[in-house]
């Protein structure tokens, strides 16, 4: 029986009530899910997305079950995206597709001996090394609406499908279109040396409000790992104003059990004070798996 009432600690009761209502919360016999149909506008691929259950996916036989309830609702899609607890670790046919991580910024009285202006604000710089952050003015909303197509077009190269251009820069657009939108420009000379974009976000599964650091991207020649540094560090002041942690994502790609790049870049994180808050594994259908 689904339950009625407020749900696990771990989920927002508003979250489930919605789900409840629009018929997304299912029960599987030995507890419930939210599970529907999701497609992925720049590949076209769709899945059957898995947000959250319970109980929580903890092993690889609760993911398998969960891929087989989830391949029988929806039996045409490409796959399962299933969302876990950070310490879930899972095989094949299981492969990492996101990492969301947080980082909880300093106390926003402290500051930092480069920042010019109120940390954080609208107005603050950041500079260090020759790099200065500034806040992102009108002639830089070109270029930062180039860079983040290019992180949609990349993104998708990641997992193994090819973005149109076209509709990466649609996707651009969304993003530059959305409220409360804040972008950081990194400049070196007078040139745009890369950018940090900010969202504001909230994850509906928790009701966990965060300062999303959407996408940042730093342009050859510039020495990625110092700006990209001076680019977060602004941010974290920026999450700090704010009074919320500052969210981030890895998008993961390649072959079943090979080590890739995107748990590169999640270990190196780790490393840096970020932490990870959840994961979506993906796994294809069960009749598109041999052995199945």
Known sequence: MIPAGPGPRDADPAYLAACRDAGLLVDIGAGHCVLGATLDPLSGRDFCLVEYAHPAPASHEAAEALRRHAAAVHPGTSGVLLRTAPDVRLCAPWTPHLTYLRRDPPDRHSGGDTASGSPGSDTASWSSGGVTVVPAAPEHQGRIRAWIADAFAAGAAQQGTTARREDAE???????????????????????????????????????????????????????????????????????????????????????????????????????????????????????????
């Open 170 to 292: 649609a996707q651009a657009d969304t993003v530059m279109a959305t409220p409360g939108r804040f972008t950081l420009v990194a400049v070196i000379g007078a040139e745009p040396a890369g950018h940090a974009t900010l969202l504001p976000f909230t994850d509906e599964v928790t009701g966990t409000a965060y300062l999303e650091l959407f996408d940042t991207l730093v342009a050859a020649p510039f020495d990625v790992r110092a700006v990209t540094g001076l680019l977060v560090e602004a941010s974290l002041a920026r999450a700090a104003r704010a009074g919320l942690p500052l969210l981030g994502n890895v998008v993961h790609g390649g072959e079943t059990g090979v080590p890739e790049h995107g748990a590169r870049i999640v270990a190196s994180l780790h490393r840096r004070g970020w932490r990870t808050e959840h994961v979506y594994w993906h796994a294809p259908n069960p009749t598109d798996t041999p052995g199945n």
